[in-house]
């Protein structure tokens, strides 16, 4: 499937009040909307990652994958990248946050009357309903994300039972079997064992530069 990005706008079939929303929304969320090209492997790996969500709606599948990768700076760029050009083929919303960030959200208090602004509720709306979401660093040590451990529970169990595409994002030096389930271990620790159960079982790890024989859920590409 040919897939259209902000740098070719041009070939984008979206109509300009459309395109200006999904503008703003990105300018909010602080992302870049891009109006020239990444470098080459980070389309390569836009494109492959459009490809899979597609294909696992396509299949009614959960559209949720795990990026893992040595480099920080390059996860980090192909998450912001992958966004805008999602929103630009799919015309839906889009939200990134990392787990100490939502984490902050779902401890905040409510709002103590109905005239006042419920910021946190509104943010995690937007997080809960979006077309896309990416959580980065998720098995980064956080201080007290375990606290909203029932909320992360809730939060996860929603996505996935609409089938929401998901994409998180994974710092890992060793990419080796013992490496993966100790990324495990450090998601339980920061969000529970049954969130990070629900994400275990639905996700689709993706190890990048990383080759040796092929494992079960995970798929090896190489850059």
């Not at 007290?144 to 029932?150: E, L």
């Amino acid at each position: 499937m040919n897939f259209v990005h902000p740098w070719e706008e041009d070939k984008i079939l979206l109509s300009k009040a459309t395109l200006e929303n999904i503008k703003n929304q990105l300018f909010l969320l602080k992302i870049p909307y891009l109006k020239t090209p990444p470098p080459k492997k980070i389309v390569t790996v836009i494109n492959f990652l459009l490809n899979k969500l597609h294909e696992a709606q396509e299949n009614d599948e959960i559209p949720w994958f795990l990026l893992l990768s040595s480099n920080p700076v390059f996860l980090h760029t192909c998450a912001i990248s992958l966004l805008g050009s999602f929103a630009v083929n799919t015309a839906m919303s889009v939200f990134i946050s990392d787990v100490e960030s939502l984490a902050k959200v779902f401890m905040t208090k409510k709002p103590v009357n109905d005239f006042e602004i419920d910021v946190a509720g509104e943010t995690i709306h937007k997080a809960k309903k979006a077309g896309l979401l990416v959580i980065e660093n998720l098995s980064e040590h956080s201080v007290f994300s375990i606290k909203a451990a029932s909320s992360f529970t809730s939060f996860f169990i929603f996505r996935a039972i609409n089938k929401l595409p998901t994409i998180f994002t994974v710092y890992g030096e060793n990419k080796t079997k013992k490496t993966i389930t100790n990324i495990m271990l450090n998601i339980e620790k920061n969000i529970g064992t049954v969130a990070k159960k629900i994400i275990e079982d639905a996700v689709e790890i993706l190890i990048f530069n990383y080759s040796s024989e092929k494992k079960s859920r995970i798929t090896e590409i190489k850059i």
